[in-house]
């Protein structure tokens, strides 16, 4: 076990690493490879209408190398699936590229008066050393190979139709009020 700083695009990621194995060690001269694997996506929520079709968002790979991306729509305990699916559920993403996912309810019901909490998460995955479709991405010159594969999720409000217009329209409508060192806002 060795501690480590490692620099992975703008980021400084400090790690243990664990190397498991007989005569497994780790020393100064070791090469240590560290990929990331996250996209990017052009929203920081979706607002998903009763009567809608589908939404879409967009994915980024802002990576030099190919990634699986995988995708999947949660209920508000980040646990459960939603009534939805992604499509793509899971697609490769090659390097530097953009692609969309799609939202589409499948069923499931939702209160009438007041939006639902979903979320939709996208997760990078790192390709295995004999994946054919990553061939030539994987440094095979590294002691050491550490792959961080990170899972964005975004919300996901679901709207009924009954709620009509913008969040602008209703904020001379909230009443604050103060508690100690809280504040809150009801209608």
């Given at each position: 076990?060795?501690?480590?700083?490692?620099?992975?695009g703008?980021?400084?990621l400090?790690?243990?690493?664990?190397?498991?194995?007989?005569?497994v060690?780790a020393?100064?001269?070791?090469?240590?490879?560290?990929?990331?694997?996250?996209v990017?996506?052009?929203?920081?929520?979706?607002?998903?209408?009763?009567?809608?079709?589908?939404?879409?968002?967009?994915?980024k790979?802002?990576?030099?190398?190919p990634?699986?991306?995988?995708?999947?729509?949660?209920?508000?305990?980040k646990k459960?699936?939603?009534?939805?699916?992604?499509?793509p559920?899971?697609?490769?993403l090659?390097?530097s590229?953009?692609?969309?996912?799609?939202?589409?309810?499948?069923?499931?019901?939702?209160?009438?008066?007041?939006?639902?909490?979903q979320?939709?998460?996208?997760?990078g995955?790192?390709?295995?050393?004999e994946?054919?479709?990553?061939?030539?991405?994987?440094?095979?010159?590294?002691?050491f190979?550490?792959?961080?594969?990170?899972?964005?999720?975004?919300?996901?409000?679901?709207?009924?139709?009954?709620?009509?217009?913008?969040?602008?329209?209703?904020a001379?409508?909230?009443?604050?009020?103060?508690?100690?060192?809280?504040?809150?806002?009801?209608?």
């Amino acid at each position: 076990m060795f501690k480590a700083i490692f620099t992975v695009g703008s980021l400084l990621l400090p790690c243990i690493v664990v190397a498991k194995g007989i005569g497994v060690t780790a020393s100064s001269n070791d090469v240590v490879d560290a990929q990331l694997f996250s996209v990017d996506l052009n929203l920081n929520r979706v607002v998903y209408y009763h009567g809608s079709l589908g939404e879409n968002v967009a994915v980024k790979n802002n990576q030099a190398y190919p990634m699986l991306v995988q995708s999947m729509v949660f209920d508000e305990d980040k646990k459960s699936p939603a009534p939805f699916i992604t499509t793509p559920p899971l697609f490769r993403l090659d390097g530097s590229q953009t692609s969309r996912i799609r939202i589409v309810r499948t069923g499931g019901e939702f209160p009438q008066d007041r939006e639902k909490l979903q979320w939709l998460c996208v997760k990078g995955i790192p390709p295995q050393s004999e994946d054919k479709w990553a061939e030539g991405t994987i440094t095979k010159n590294s002691s050491f190979t550490v792959q961080f594969s990170v899972n964005n999720c975004i919300k996901v409000f679901v709207r009924p139709d009954t709620i009509k217009g913008h969040p602008e329209d209703f904020a001379d409508k909230v009443i604050w009020s103060k508690k100690r060192y809280y504040c809150s806002g009801s209608k």
